[in-house]
């Protein structure tokens, strides 16, 4: 943590505030997206930096995670006040609600106790305007003693008020110190100075919390069409995913296999021995490609259709409708959003459990996270649901099926929680505080080309470190032989028995554990195995369908398979972030066991249910 | 001198002053933060499909309290 590891350029500014402020925004605004978030954007974990040139001068711009207070009672608020603290910056920057000013500037008093030099920045100017809320800015300067500014960070321009206010370096403002025999009394103290600051400077025409936000909530959170709303809303997201991928996958694909048809004569044409030929072409660029056109097109619409619901506000009204259901398994309502975050990537829902204040929910998020599916096993699922059981990829029914069985995977989440809260982490559910953010009309086109750029690189980074490399070794061991069978053969005859039990086979069962770094590669793997003997070379869905028919897959099989890519260990990224969060190998190993065995066990009782009635 | 109710206790569309925080440890500090002290005023918003958490608007914010927490508030409906 801190900057210790690069050094920084010129005067460090830090940005604090409340959470759902925009400060991410006006962090990336200032710095021009020069920076990395995370995966997922709309939400801090940890510090990000970024840098920014004002006039001739460099500075460093961090950005904290959000907080309520510097007195902190979660691990994200305590790495905001760590950094305040210790790494002692230049300037902090507090960015407030404009709507919610007497709260935020109960953080900048605290922050002002802390540093010298502090500037108040006063966001979503505009969103305040529409609400009727006026603010005398001089008045509220004068009466804090330091400098303040408006803004509306979403858009640039109105940011350069703020940014020559940082260049102008003002002077320390008057030390603040708020007297109380205890913590609580100087609290209360830092709340009434707040209120007192705002009397007068801040006019409330309307209401505060706008009809409109009022009506949404009425029906986005109400009795009757709150839990339909939520699965209908997942299953159009799924619906649009599917569609959506359709066209680019086969375009991508005819594309790649005209690719190899060219590159194969180039092969014959330098006259390059068949072995070469064989790694490169069959190994190494075939799963590449397969990652490539059938993972990426649903990865790249999934997930900014995802970030889309985020921006919008919608992600905490999930938490509050299922807050409930958590108490019941002793668990927090937040984990809902470190479970919806996991699907996007479970490492990052992971990570994000750090908004869970109490350590034991916290641990349960964690380990329960990859209980639903992440972006890079949608596919897999898309995949084999449209063959085996929806006909066509673009019928509504697999959409609905997919729904299912994100159903089944949550339902698992919570049967999950509830198993460890009665045994390895016993305890009572702690308190909850969770604030709905009003719902904010998100920036489209921004939320739509950052994702599908930011996913696209990253699957492809993925696919050249993992995907070709895993095709590299599938191609050997389907092709090294060791008395007259092949490696392949060896490793997956060796699996067999037991992958029988499951409903699957020892193909199968080792795709899985060679897709042990990125899940995307699990199904490129079993192609290439089954087709490693044989060459089937055109790869169409009808194509596939026939030949996994012809390797002995049934509709159990699909079904096995699907449960399994529900439920197995989580991905390397996944567990060595577990094992970040958690600081134990202990944890990091029920992250890893939990989900196998629940896997394994489900597949075991269906395929034996099988069995039994035909 | 209207009469104490607790914070959970009072319905959608309410409107009520904190008389009296009684939640202490985390909870209290917390509630605090959000800016709750006596004197504020809150307003219930809705509650959750199951009942429980139910929001409330505390300083233009909304925020959704457990019924367990919200009832450690002593409030007077106004």
């Known amino acids: 943590m801190g900057l210790a590891n690069t050094a920084p350029t010129g005067p460090v500014i830090a940005l604090a505030g409340n959470p759902n402020v925009g400060k991410s925004t006006i962090f990336n605004n200032l710095t021009g997206l020069k920076q990395h978030t995370g995966n997922w954007p ?13 006039g001739a001068r460099d500075y460093t711009i961090v950005d904290l995670p959000g907080t309520y207070s510097l007195m902190p009672h979660s691990a994200e608020e305590e790495v905001a006040r760590d950094f305040i603290c210790s790494q002692e910056p230049d300037m902090v920057v507090v960015v407030c609600d404009a709507s919610r000013l007497e709260r935020s500037l109960i953080l900048s008093l605290q922050t002002m106790e802390l540093c010298k030099s502090v500037i108040i920045c006063i966001n979503l100017m505009d969103e305040a305007a529409r609400k009727g809320i006026h603010i005398n800015m001089s008045l509220l300067s004068s009466r804090l003693g330091a400098p303040v500014i408006g803004v509306s960070g979403r858009n640039k321009k109105s940011l350069g008020a703020l940014t020559s206010l940082i260049a102008s370096a003002p002077p320390p403002h008057r030390p603040m110190r708020f007297k109380g025999s ?14 007192e600051i705002c009397r007068g400077a801040v006019v409330c025409t309307k209401g505060e919390y706008s009809t409109f936000d009022r009506r949404m909530d009425r029906i986005l959170t109400s009795r009757s069409a709150g839990y339909p709303i939520m699965l209908l809303l997942l299953a159009f997201i799924f619906w649009l995913t599917i569609i959506g991928a359709n066209y680019p996958s086969q375009l991508l694909t005819a594309l790649f296999d005209k690719g190899q048809e060219l590159l194969s004569r180039l092969f014959d044409n330098l006259g390059a021995p068949p072995w070469i030929k064989g790694v490169l072409l069959d190994g190494v660029y075939r799963v590449l490609t397969w990652v490539v056109a059938v993972m990426l097109p649903p990865m790249a619409i999934f997930f900014p259709l995802f970030t889309l619901l985020e921006d919008a506000g919608y992600l905490p009204r999930i938490a509050y409708n299922l807050d409930r259901p958590f108490k019941r398994c002793c668990a927090c309502g937040k984990q809902a959003l470190c479970m919806a975050m996991g699907f996007g990537c479970n490492a990052v829902g992971i990570t994000g459990s750090r908004i869970i204040d109490s350590p ?10 990859s209980f639903v599916p992440c972006n890079g096993r949608f596919p897999t699922l898309i995949l084999v649901i449209s063959m085996f059981f929806a006909g066509s990829s673009a019928s509504p029914l697999s959409a609905l099926l997919l729904t299912l069985a994100i159903t089944l995977s949550v339902a698992m989440t919570f049967a999950a929680t509830k198993l460890l809260s009665m045994t390895l982490l016993k305890g009572e559910p702690s308190s909850f505080a969770l604030e709905l953010p009003p719902y904010r009309r998100p920036q489209i086109g921004k939320v739509i080309i950052r994702s599908i750029f930011d996913r696209t690189f990253f699957v492809l980074g993925r696919a050249v470190s993992v995907a070709a490399p895993a095709g590299l070794i599938i191609w050997l061991m389907a092709n090294v032989n060791i008395g007259g069978l092949s490696l392949l053969s060896h490793c997956a005859g060796f699996l067999e028995p037991f992958a029988r039990l499951m409903g699957l086979d020892g193909v199968i069962l080792m795709a899985f554990i060679l897709g042990f770094p990125a899940n995307e590669t699990v199904i490129p793997i079993i192609i290439m195995a089954y087709t490693a003997e044989g060459s089937l070379l055109e790869l169409g869905a009808d194509s596939l369908r ?3 028919i012809s390797n002995g897959w049934t509709w159990s099989t699909a079904v096995s398979m699907i449960i399994f890519t529900l439920f197995h260990w989580p991905c390397s990224t996944s567990l060595i972030t577990a ?17 196998t065995l629940v896997g394994i066990l489900l597949c075991m009782l269906f395929t034996f249910a ?5 | 001198m209207n009469k104490q109710l607790r914070l959970n206790d009072i319905p959608p569309g309410q409107k009520a002053k904190v008389i009296s925080m009684q939640a202490t440890g985390p909870m209290g500090r917390r509630l605090l933060d959000l800016g709750l002290v006596d004197g504020s005023v809150v307003e219930c918003l809705g509650r959750s499909p199951c009942g429980d958490p139910t929001a409330f608007l505390i300083r233009g914010a909304a925020i959704a309290l457990r019924s367990e927490d919200s009832s450690s508030i002593l409030v007077a409906p106004i």
Request: proline letters at 2%.
């Open chain 1, 360 to 369: 034991r929910e916290r641990a349960l998020a964690v380990i329960t996270n």
């Open chain 1, 546 to 548: 026939q030949l996994l």
């Open chain 1, 579 to 595: 094992y970040k969060e958690t600081h134990s190998r202990k944890w990091t190993i029920v992250v890893a066991l939990l989900p």
């Open chain 1, 182 to 195: 205890d913590d609580t009394h100087r609290a209360v103290a830092t709340v009434h100075k707040a209120e």
């Open chain 1, 42 to 54: 709309g939400k801090t974990v940890g510090i990000a930096k970024g840098h920014c040139r004002i």
């Open chain 1, 610 to 614: 099988v069995k039994l009635f035909t």
